[in-house]
């Protein structure tokens, strides 16, 4: 990661920081306060639930949320507008990805190992590979930030992003809410 006295990833390295001070400050926490404050915004709290799942950091306590939200509010509607929350952080995500680390995301595709396993891919499995992967991540709780990654180097229009993200933070987001509902 040290490459001659600089680093070779700064901006990975901060993003990986970032990680590490948000599991420092919402690990051990009681989120009482925060549970009650967005109960309490109705659909409003939907959609900021959708905002967090999308995160790494607060992916867990979203999944909780909105796991116990599923009791409270109509499923179907409360998934729609959590995706769209969901969708709006992916999006600032995608949007720093692409314009902010492109140069380190570029130099990682060119490392040793990178270029290993896609020399070693046929053609036919790696033009569909990255978008497969990045979409079961973006669906699933685990963070955002890595699907949206893949995604962003694998797809260069924004409304096709805007789609694939929505729908399948929104069939995760309804699966989820779909098991509060049934326990």
């Known amino acids: 990661m040290v490459m ?16 590490v001070v948000a599991y420092a400050i919402f690990s051990g926490r009681d989120i009482s306060l ?6 309490g915004l109705g659909y409003a709290g939907s959609f900021l639930s959708g905002m ?5 950091f607060t992916a867990g306590p979203a999944t909780a949320l909105l796991l116990i939200m599923a009791k409270q509010q109509n499923i179907f509607i409360s ?3 959590a995706g769209i929350g969901s969708l709006f952080t992916d999006l ?7 314009h902010s680390f492109m140069d380190e995301v570029r130099r990682l595709y060119r490392e040793r190992l990178v270029a ?19 979409a079961v991540i973006i669906a699933s709780p685990l963070p955002d930030e890595i699907g949206v990654s893949m995604l962003a180097m694998s797809t260069h229009r924004t409304r096709t992003f805007c789609l ?5 933070n929104t069939a995760g987001i309804f699966v989820i809410l779909l098991t509060g509902n049934a326990f």
């Open 4 to 19: 001659a006295g600089r680093l070779r990833y700064p901006k990975f390295l901060l993003l990986l920081l970032t990680f």
């Open 34 to 39: 925060v549970q009650e404050f967005i109960f």
């Open 52 to 56: 967090l799942y999308s995160y790494g």
């Open 79 to 81: 998934a729609l507008v």
């Open 92 to 98: 600032v995500i995608f949007k720093l990805i692409r």
């Open 116 to 134: 290993a396993i896609r020399g070693r891919t046929p053609g036919g499995i790696k033009k569909y590979m990255l978008p497969v992967i990045a």
């Open 164 to 168: 694939v993200s929505y729908l399948l």
